[in-house]
């Protein structure tokens, strides 16, 4: 159901909870789910109940957190998680107090680093109800690596951190609906009692009272009575989670299983991983990597280098963004696992988070703008120039192709209409783009015309006006981390007759042609690739001569799953492979070169009626037959092959016009790699996965979660596919260890437990996804992943005026090193004015963080992720006199850092 369909009942089932504690002394306990987004949305609605809410907090009823929502862990980058647990921390103290376990009653699969993050967050336990296979006290042997002898183990993240970890063994609802009668109890508590004694390693037995779309059971003092009378040697307590979990650990035997790292039902059939949950709806993934690499990786580090300079920084602003984004977070949410309702909501709420965080990086560009020195843009003979900058919000140096559109001439003079007039007749020409330093740069400019736009300035009514806007397209160099390149364009007005057939361009040469496919190369000096006649690609890594060959081929198959699981329909699969495609030339410029691909590829239109009758009467999905329709359809598919001047990988965007239903697209890479393993991207880790799945399993489909990116090495030589919001893939160990990556799922029912259409799912029409390939040798793997990372964010650029400013800015406001690390966030406190920086160690080796010391602060200390400080760091000053904080950062440890800012600025 829709959210204010739901909140109806949840407005009802807190108000017999909070009626019970009133009115039952034996109704002493309510868990809220482990969220504190429970309570907002109740309280929205009846405020006047607050302080009965706090009240019942206080008297320790309600359990509050310590997540704000109860997120998917493989579906929001670990930022995003971060960030779910200070608010819920937030809203939980706020309310009166804070549950200290760690929740996860359905998450679809856990992530390793989980332990990690919710032990420094002061957590006594995980909680949660899938990934290990429980195999029972004297029941079978333990034979996997994801396996427990009980439903308590201990469960290890990659760094060594661990903490108890309790297993729904039974379902999160095993001890629902208990009965008030006494031979009805008999019955449910007899078989109750034996499930939860076959995998129980202590005596404290656990059950679980309420479910999905449950009310508050009002009998259930009245049930516990009966229990103890029929039961007179078990003590029924109707307890709470921090109670149980110190009954367990006082009880724990030395024998406990270990678990360690993600748990994803790795030693089960893998029919029921729920793993595709990861393609379904992949428009609301790709819109949710939008929203948090606006966030996390702009309006946080954007807000923090303004922050250096005086500006103010906007928490509360960033704060109610991430809630709205997080709203979306929710297991069913973001996984695409609901009705299409659902769905249009969280399109408005993403729009919400994002349009707020695109104002908030708005804002900090144009003011950093304003400190960057731009004094060397000067006006020469008959001709203007205009200024603006490149900004670098990543943790590493870089380089990459920007396109900005400058405003040239202003006017609102005479009114709008003259203004405009006036303007048309003015055109801009004889371009030249120059560096800081008068250097000419390979550009191409475009004039788009005279438009309206407006300004909304602080001390006056609002601004319209006209003005010519042109688009300026090139490479901005070798920019600092945390800091800015300086260029501006020089141009001349002239009248329209004088201006004649002027293009404009500045040194770039543009082609637009269809080729053959030997004319259909690209390289610079770390890649060629060779474009061959069915579209596919063989890209050769310049610097080890290794090429990978004919990738990129598309394949499509039916889909007769739902929105939980992809199960293929019966019928041929369809590929590009061998079918000649349309290639043609797009652009080839000093700084890039670019061709398109054309395929057409005829399909099944959708399943068969055999499908529409097994839905319609939920036939299990692993026994459903339908096959594939006789109707065809038409796909368009349009990929766009960029390679940078200076681009470690190509560049890789596919437009999908979807005009069939029921079925998958995946671009298939074949590495031919001779691995048995390969890498995964996770949250706050790389994880290391087998090619092949173990003994147990039975799914022909082997899908598995990625993050940024999935990558493949030998001995010598590796291929990375970096990802911008597709987060499933596949390791094909038969088809030369071929990475598919889904493109997009489209099915027409949600699935779970009842018949829930879902037309929207089938996603018509089209559909742009990105992805980059990346040739490396395996010595240098971390720089692979770097370039994975750094796919997700692009380099921004903002329009400014001619001043002096700081030099600072050109040349970073950060330097760091350190081989292995990952810088994953940037942000300022969520109290006082230090920043916090976060680093993961994604290598098996120690490695020592070297922070230079900057004028913006004065100390540096460890914190966690909580941000509280933990440990002082000392400085030590190097011969060229350079101050650098040291910090040893174990292997796959997160590392919280807390630079103090008090009283420093570079105001």
């Not at 309570?39 to 405020?47: A, C, G, N, Q, T």
């Not at 997009?744 to 259409?757: A, Q, T």
Request: net charge negative; charged share 25%; glycine share 8%.
């Amino acid at each position: 159901m829709p959210f204010e369909q739901h909140r109806v009942k949840l407005l009802k089932l807190i108000d017999d909870a909070m009626e019970l504690f009133e009115n039952d002394e034996r109704y002493e306990n309510f868990h809220l789910d482990g969220q504190t987004i429970v309570l907002d949305d109740y309280l929205e609605i009846k405020p006047e109940n607050a302080e009965q809410v706090k009240k019942h907090i206080a008297a320790g009823h309600f359990h509050v957190g310590p997540w704000y929502i109860l997120q998917d862990e493989f579906l929001t980058s670990g930022e995003s998680n971060v960030r779910n647990l200070l608010v819920g921390r937030q809203e939980a103290k706020k309310y009166g107090d804070l549950c200290r376990v760690g929740y996860f009653p359905d998450a679809f699969g856990n992530a390793g680093q989980m332990p990690q993050l919710l032990k420094q967050a002061g957590m006594e336990a995980i909680v949660f109800g899938r990934g290990v296979k429980p195999v029972g006290f004297n029941n079978q042997t333990l034979g996997g690596e994801y396996e427990s002898a009980y439903s308590e183990m201990i469960w290890e993240s990659p760094d060594g951190s661990s903490l108890p970890g309790i297993l729904f063994a039974n379902w999160y609802n095993n001890g629902s609906e208990i009965p008030v009668e006494k031979e009805a109890a008999r019955k449910y508590w007899d078989e109750r009692l034996a499930k939860a004694e076959k995998y129980a390693g202590t005596s404290q037995l656990l059950f679980m009272n309420g479910c999905d779309h449950q009310p508050v059971q009002k009998d259930l003092g009245e049930a516990l009575q009966t229990a103890r009378e029929l039961y007179p040697e078990i003590d029924f307590i109707h307890s709470d989670f921090e109670t149980y979990v110190q009954a367990v650990k006082e009880e724990l035997k030395p024998e406990v299983s270990h678990v360690q790292g993600e748990l994803t039902s790795q030693e089960t059939d893998g029919c029921w991983t729920l793993v595709n949950t990861t393609s379904s709806r992949i428009d609301l993934k790709v819109r949710n990597r939008e929203c948090e690499t606006q966030l996390e990786n702009r309006a946080e580090p954007l807000g923090v280098m303004a922050a250096c300079y005086g500006m103010e920084y906007p928490r509360d602003l960033l704060r109610y963004s991430w809630k709205t984004l997080m709203q979306n977070h929710p297991h069913d949410s973001i996984c695409g696992c609901s009705v299409d309702a659902v769905n249009r909501e969280m399109k408005t709420r993403f729009d919400k988070s994002f349009q707020t965080a695109e104002v908030l990086c708005g804002e900090a560009l144009t003011f950093l703008a304003e400190k960057a020195d731009t004094s060397t843009c000067q006006k020469e003979e008959k001709s203007s120039c205009v200024p603006f900058v490149a900004f670098n919000t990543s943790g590493w140096e870089r380089s990459g192709v920007v396109r900005t559109v400058l405003e040239l001439e202003r006017s609102c003079e005479g009114g709008l209409q003259a203004a405009y007039e006036s303007r048309k007749k003015l055109i801009p020409g004889d371009y030249c783009v120059k560096d800081a330093h008068g250097n000419p740069v390979d550009a191409r400019c475009e004039d788009l015309g005279v438009r309206f736009d407006y300004d909304l300035p602080d001390d006056r009514f609002r601004d319209p006006y006209m003005a010519r806007n042109i688009a300026v397209t090139m490479e901005a160099a070798d920019v600092p981390a945390f800091g800015c390149g300086v260029y501006y364009l020089q141009y001349r007005m002239m009248e329209a007759d004088e201006a004649g057939q002027n293009t404009g361009d500045s040194k770039v040469t543009e082609a637009m042609k269809q080729v053959e496919t030997a004319e259909a190369f690209m390289e610079n000096q770390y890649l060629k690739v060779q474009i061959h006649e069915d579209g596919t690609y063989s890209i050769t890594n310049c610097s080890s001569g290794h090429c990978y060959e004919r990738l990129g081929w598309y394949e499509e198959t039916g889909d007769i799953g739902n929105e939980y699981i992809y199960v293929q329909a019966k019928g041929d699969t369809y590929t590009t492979k061998g079918v000649k495609a349309e290639i043609r030339l797009m652009e080839k410029s000093a700084y890039r070169t670019s061709y398109e691909i054309r395929h057409q590829l005829e399909v099944p239109a959708c399943a068969d009626e055999t499908f529409q009758e097994e839905k319609a009467g939920m036939k299990a999905l692993f026994e459903r037959t339908a096959g594939r329709s006789s109707e065809r359809t038409t796909l368009s598919l349009v990929t766009r092959l960029t390679l940078e001047r200076s681009g470690r990988g190509l560049q890789v965007e596919t437009e999908i016009d979807n005009t069939a239903k029921d079925h998958r697209i995946r671009v298939m890479l074949p590495t031919g790699l001779r691995a048995d393993s390969h890498y995964a991207d996770s949250n706050f880790e790389v994880v290391k996965r087998r090619n092949h799945h173990g003994e147990a399993w039975k799914n022909p489909s082997g899908c598995e979660h990625q993050q940024n990116f999935v990558a493949m090495q030998d001995e010598k030589d590796g291929l990375l596919a970096a990802n911008f919001g597709l987060y499933e893939y596949e390791v094909l160990p038969e088809q030369e260890n071929t990475i598919a990556v889904t493109l997009l799922r489209c099915i027409g029912e949600m699935g779970d437990w009842g018949v829930f259409p879902t037309p929207e799912a089938q996603l018509p029409g089209k559909h742009k996804v990105r992805y980059e390939i990346v040739p490396y040798e395996a010595q240098h793997m971390s720089r692979a992943f770097q370039e994975g990372y750094q796919f997700q964010n692009s380099l921004m650029t903002v329009q400014t005026t001619v001043h002096p400013g700081s030099g600072e800015l050109s040349l970073g406001l950060l330097h760091w090193e350190g081989e292995g690390l990952q810088l994953t966030g940037c942000k300022c406190a969520e109290e006082g004015q230090d920043v916090i920086l976060r680093f993961v160690n994604q290598t098996e080796e120690a490695v020592t963080l070297h922070l230079e010391k900057e004028s913006w602060f004065s100390g540096m200390y460890q914190s966690n992720v909580i941000e509280q400080r933990q440990t002082k760091i000392s400085a030590a000053k190097t011969q060229d006199g350079k101050v650098f904080f040291g910090a040893l950062i174990r292997p796959h440890e997160i590392a919280t850092f807390d630079l103090t800012c008090e009283d420093q600025s570079l105001v």
